[in-house]
């Protein structure tokens, strides 16, 4: 006798995910890597941005309110270069943008607006800007400037740059194992037998852990069969912090992958949600000393982000895997690298109405979001890769809610 699987809501899965025990680990990376990281400690500024007062512009540095018909020029100060001369009244020193202003000036006359001739400078046209740019007035030293759990992109880097930092402290990358089976699948670039059909979860799988900043770890592809299932998922578990196994997990004669999991010591935290596209979604964990902070000597990843494994089945249709790593795993891999951060989400405004015959379940459907307006894309269902792959969002309609007329303000997710 086959008995039905619990069915949970997409709530209480999330919560079954939060409450997986993570420990982000971290590690010293250089700059030139640093980026797409997420910053495992707080950065306070060491000095004052910027460091010394200076010119911002190219011009001549003196003393304001000097209202001297002429000023002689008693040096020329390019930028890295301290200036020697104390300004005093009638004097005025050349002066580069970016160049330590000279003792005594406090103010810079661009050259735009002045006349030079046998070492006498004369201001010919108003300038109504002081043109320095004072010490500390950007940043001050001792400033909090990034707070642990930012996730860094280029402006974050210069920034570290700008510190003086030549290394970046952040979270180490979890590892994320994907296995694809089916014994339908065959590699892009290979002939196409009939009845075959490409893999491409590997690679949407391998696209998504790499841009949530995880380091994916393709381990193969099992045919369906029992064993092969159960001794890919254990042999697996060395190589990864977290394991992700697309296929199999429905109800049909050759779906191995709950029972696998079982067979290896996992144990299922659910197996079915009440979720579209994405209901048979396996997620479980094991017991395992191994995972518990260290990991076989030589790895380079010695310590595991997580405290023990764990591991998704997702069903085998490519939007389903797509949208459950959206909304499933890829909180819980943010979460691993310290950073609690929602999915970014936008209001938008639908432009035309939605409708489905039942409210069961709560679906995510691909939208295009363009100028704050939620386009429906034709899309076919869990199948449909072509309908996701224009969208670049995913409206969430609610577990009850059948209807949505055009106009609504609606929550869309960004892809
Ligand atoms: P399954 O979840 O194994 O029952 O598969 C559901 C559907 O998704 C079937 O039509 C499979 O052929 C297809 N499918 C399974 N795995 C993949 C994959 N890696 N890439 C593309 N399609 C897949
Ligand atoms: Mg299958």
Same mark, same amino acid.
């Not at 899965?13 to 420990?23: D, G, H, L, T």
């Not at 050259?111 to 010490?135: F, P």
């Not at 009845?195 to 852990?209: F, K, P, T, V």
């Not at 085998?316 to 979460?335: A, D, H």
């Given at each position: 006798?086959?008995?039905?699987?619990?069915?949970?809501?997409?709530?209480?899965?999330?919560?079954?995910? =939060?409450?997986?025990?993570?420990?982000?680990?971290?590690?010293?990376?250089?700059?030139?890597? !640093?980026?797409?990281?997420?910053? @495992?400690?707080?950065?306070?500024?060491?000095?004052?941005?910027?460091?010394?007062?200076?010119?911002?512009?190219?011009? %001549?540095? %003196?003393?304001?309110?000097?209202?001297?018909?002429?000023?002689?020029?008693?040096?020329?100060?390019? &930028?890295?270069?301290?200036?020697?001369?104390?300004?005093?009244?009638?004097?005025?020193?050349?002066?580069?943008?970016?160049?330590?202003?000279?003792?005594?000036?406090?103010?810079?006359?661009?050259?735009?607006?002045?006349?030079?001739?046998?070492?006498?400078?004369?201001?010919? &046209?108003?300038?109504?800007?002081?043109?320095?740019?004072?010490?500390?007035?950007?940043?001050?030293?001792?400033?909090?400037?990034?707070? !642990?759990?930012?996730?860094?992109?280029?402006?974050?880097?210069?920034?570290?740059?700008?510190?003086?930092?030549?290394?970046?402290?952040?979270?180490?990358?979890?590892?994320?194992?994907?296995?694809?089976?089916?014994?339908?699948?065959?590699?892009?670039?290979?002939?196409?037998?009939?009845?075959?059909?490409?893999?491409?979860?590997?690679?949407?799988?391998?696209?998504?852990?790499?841009?949530?900043?995880?380091?994916?770890?393709?381990?193969?592809?099992?045919?369906?069969?029992?064993?092969?299932?159960?001794? &890919?998922?254990?042999?697996?578990?060395?190589?990864?912090?977290?394991?992700?196994?697309?296929?199999?997990?429905?109800?049909?004669?050759?779906?191995?992958?709950?029972?696998?999991?079982?067979?290896?010591?996992?144990?299922?935290?659910?197996?079915?949600?009440?979720?579209?596209?994405?209901?048979?979604?396996?997620?479980?964990?094991?017991?395992?000393?191994?995972?518990?902070?260290?990991?076989?000597?030589?790895?380079?990843?010695?310590?595991?982000?997580?405290?023990?494994?764990? @591991?998704?089945?997702?069903?085998?249709?490519?939007?389903?895997?797509?949208?459950?790593?959206?909304?499933?795993?890829?909180?819980?891999?943010?979460?691993? =690298?310290?950073?609690?951060?929602?999915?970014?989400?936008?209001? &938008?405004?639908?432009?035309?109405?939605?409708?489905?015959?039942?409210?069961?379940?709560?679906?995510?459907?691909?939208?295009?979001?363009?100028?704050?307006?939620?386009?429906?894309?034709? %899309?076919?269902?869990?199948?449909?890769?072509?309908?996701?792959?224009?969208?670049?969002?995913?409206?969430?309609?609610?577990?009850?809610?059948?209807?949505?007329? !055009?106009?609504?303000?609606?929550?869309?997710?960004?892809?």
């Amino acid at each position: 006798m086959i008995t039905a699987k619990p069915m949970i809501s997409l709530e209480e899965a999330e919560k079954a995910i =939060m409450s997986f025990p993570v420990s982000p680990a971290p590690e010293m990376v250089p700059l030139a890597e !640093a980026a797409g990281r997420f910053l @495992a400690q707080d950065v306070f500024s060491p000095r004052d941005i910027p460091e010394f007062n200076k010119s911002a512009m190219d011009g %001549y540095a %003196y003393i304001s309110g000097d209202t001297s018909p002429a000023f002689r020029v008693v040096e020329t100060i390019a &930028a890295g270069t301290p200036p020697r001369v104390v300004i005093t009244p009638g004097q005025c020193a050349k002066i580069m943008t970016g160049a330590m202003m000279p003792s005594g000036a406090d103010r810079v006359v661009r050259r735009e607006c002045t006349a030079e001739e046998n070492g006498l400078m004369r201001i010919v &046209a108003q300038d109504l800007h002081v043109n320095v740019r004072c010490q500390g007035e950007d940043l001050p030293a001792g400033k909090l400037v990034l707070a !642990a759990g930012v996730r860094l992109r280029p402006a974050q880097v210069a920034l570290l740059a700008s510190l003086g930092s030549a290394e970046a402290t952040v979270a180490r990358r979890p590892r994320v194992g994907i296995i694809t089976t089916g014994s339908e699948l065959a590699d892009p670039g290979t002939p196409l037998a009939p009845g075959r059909i490409y893999d491409s979860n590997s690679h949407s799988l391998s696209a998504q852990a790499r841009e949530a900043g995880a380091v994916p770890v393709l381990l193969g592809r099992v045919a369906d069969d029992a064993e092969a299932t159960a001794e &890919a998922i254990n042999a697996a578990m060395e190589a990864c912090d977290i394991l992700i196994i697309s296929g199999g997990v429905s109800a049909g004669d050759f779906d191995h992958v709950p029972a696998a999991m079982r067979s290896v010591g996992f144990t299922p935290h659910f197996e079915k949600i009440a979720v579209q596209p994405g209901m048979p979604t396996v997620f479980s964990t094991r017991a395992d000393q191994s995972h518990e902070g260290t990991a076989p000597a030589g790895q380079s990843h010695e310590g595991t982000a997580a405290a023990g494994p764990c @591991a998704f089945g997702l069903p085998g249709n490519p939007v389903s895997t797509f949208v459950i790593f959206e909304v499933l795993i890829k909180p819980l891999l943010q979460r691993m =690298m310290g950073n609690n951060d929602l999915p970014l989400r936008q209001q &938008a405004t639908l432009t035309s109405p939605f409708r489905r015959g039942n409210g069961e379940r709560t679906v995510f459907i691909p939208v295009i979001l363009r100028h704050g307006k939620a386009e429906l894309v034709s %899309y076919h269902g869990s199948a449909h890769l072509h309908a996701l792959a224009r969208a670049n969002g995913l409206l969430q309609v609610p577990t009850g809610q059948k209807e949505i007329a !055009a106009g609504s303000r609606v929550d869309v997710r960004l892809l």
